[in-house]
C-alpha cells in the first residue's frame, strides 16, 4: 500500500500537516497536491483546531515541484494534462493564502522553487537555522513560475529576490530571516517549541478576529490608501455581525472592568 503523502495530527488545537515523502525530500507530485487539498478541507472548519502548522517530515520541508511526476510524466499527457496538475497545486496554496485558521510554515529543511507557494500562502513562517531556500529554477533551466517570481518581490526586496532568482544560490533559515522570506530562524532543536509558542498566542485570541485580520493584511497591501480605508471598515462590519460577542466582550473588558490593556495583551475568552 503506497503511503499517505500528507500525514496530520491534531494535538491541543493544532493541526501539525506534513509534507510526507522524505525519501523524495517532501517534492509535490500531482497526487500530494491532490490530497493535500482534502486535508486542508477536512481540518479547515474543525472546532477543535485553532492554528494549522505545515511542516515536513524528514530533512525537508519541500524540495519544489517533483520533477518527474509533475513535470516530466504530466507534459508526457498533453497541455490537458499539465493545466489540471498546475490547477491542483495553485488550488490548495490558493486556498491555504485565505485559510480558515491561521497558518504557520515551519520550515524544517530543504525548502525550494514551487515550495515558495505554501511558504507565502502561510500568514507566519519560521525556518530552522539548518533550513535551506532556493530558487533553483535558474540552476535547471527554466524561470522561477507557479508564482514563485511574485512571492519573491512580495517578500524580498528587488535587489535579494533578483539575486536570488538570479543565481540560484540557497540560503540558510538564519539568511532567510535576515531577508524577510520568514519571520525567524532558531537552531531547528527548538524549532517546534518556538512555533509551539507562537501558535499559543495564537489560540488566545479571537477566531473571527483573526480571518479578519489575516484577509485585511493580504488584501489592503494591494489597495490604494482610501480603499484599504474603506475595506477595512467594511470587514469590521462584516466581522461583527458574526463575531459581536467577542468584540463586545473585549471592549466591557477594558473600559468597564479594567482587567486588561488591549495594547499589551489579548481580553480573557
Ligand atoms: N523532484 C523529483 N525528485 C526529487 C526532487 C524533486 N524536486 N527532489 C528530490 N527528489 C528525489 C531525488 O531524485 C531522489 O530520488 P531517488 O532516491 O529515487 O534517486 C530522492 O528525492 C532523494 O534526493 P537526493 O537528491 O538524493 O537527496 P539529498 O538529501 O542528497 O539532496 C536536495 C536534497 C538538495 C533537495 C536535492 O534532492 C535536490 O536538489 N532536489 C531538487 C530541488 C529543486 O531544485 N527542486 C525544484 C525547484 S523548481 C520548482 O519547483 C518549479
Known amino acids: 500500500m503506497e503511503t499517505d503523502p500528507v500525514s496530520y495530527v491534531i494535538?491541543?488545537?493544532?493541526?501539525?500537516?506534513?509534507?510526507?515523502?522524505?525519501?523524495?525530500?517532501?517534492?509535490?507530485?500531482?497526487?500530494?497536491?491532490?490530497r493535500m487539498l482534502e486535508v486542508l478541507d477536512q481540518i479547515e472548519f474543525r472546532e477543535d483546531v485553532g492554528v494549522l502548522v505545515l511542516s515536513g517530515?524528514?530533512?525537508?520541508?519541500?524540495?519544489?515541484m517533483d520533477l518527474k511526476e509533475y513535470f516530466r510524466e504530466t507534459e508526457a499527457q498533453g497541455l490537458g494534462a499539465i493545466r489540471r496538475s498546475q490547477a491542483e497545486a495553485y488550488g490548495w496554496w490558493r486556498r491555504l493564502r485565505w485559510?480558515?485558521?491561521?497558518?504557520?510554515?515551519?520550515?524544517?529543511?530543504?525548502?525550494?522553487?514551487?515550495g515558495y507557494g505554501p511558504l507565502f500562502a502561510c500568514d507566519l513562517a519560521f525556518a530552522a537555522d539548518e533550513a535551506k531556500f532556493g530558487l533553483s529554477e535558474?540552476?535547471?533551466?527554466?524561470?522561477?513560475?507557479?508564482?514563485?517570481?511574485?512571492?519573491?518581490?512580495?517578500?524580498?526586496?528587488?535587489?535579494?529576490?533578483?539575486?536570488?532568482?538570479?543565481?540560484?544560490?540557497?540560503?540558510?533559515?538564519?539568511?532567510?530571516a535576515e531577508w524577510k522570506l520568514v519571520n525567524e530562524s532558531v537552531p531547528l532543536a527548538q524549532l517546534e517549541a518556538r512555533v509551539r509558542e507562537v501558535a499559543e498566542v495564537l489560540l488566545q485570541k479571537n477566531p473571527v478576529a483573526l480571518k479578519a485580520t489575516k484577509d485585511a493584511i493580504r488584501r489592503v497591501k494591494e489597495m490604494t490608501y482610501d480603499n484599504a480605508e474603506d475595506y477595512l471598515v467594511r470587514a469590521q462590519e462584516a466581522a461583527n455581525s458574526y463575531g459581536r460577542h467577542g468584540r463586545d466582550e473585549g471592549l466591557r473588558q477594558f473600559i468597564d472592568d479594567k482587567t486588561y490593556k488591549p495594547g499589551l495583551a489579548a481580553y480573557d475568552r
Open 138 to 176: 535558474i540552476n535547471w533551466g527554466i524561470l522561477p513560475g507557479g508564482g514563485a517570481s511574485k512571492v519573491a518581490v512580495e517578500l524580498l526586496s528587488l535587489r535579494d529576490a533578483m539575486y536570488h532568482a538570479l543565481t540560484g544560490e540557497a540560503i540558510d533559515g538564519r539568511k532567510a
Open 99 to 114: 485559510y480558515q485558521k491561521p497558518t504557520i510554515a515551519m520550515v524544517n529543511g530543504w525548502c525550494f522553487g514551487g
Open 57 to 64: 517530515e524528514g530533512s525537508a520541508w519541500s524540495a519544489g
Open 11 to 34: 494535538a491541543d488545537r493544532i493541526a501539525w500537516v506534513r509534507f510526507n515523502r522524505p525519501e523524495k525530500r517532501n517534492c509535490m507530485s500531482p497526487a500530494l497536491n491532490r
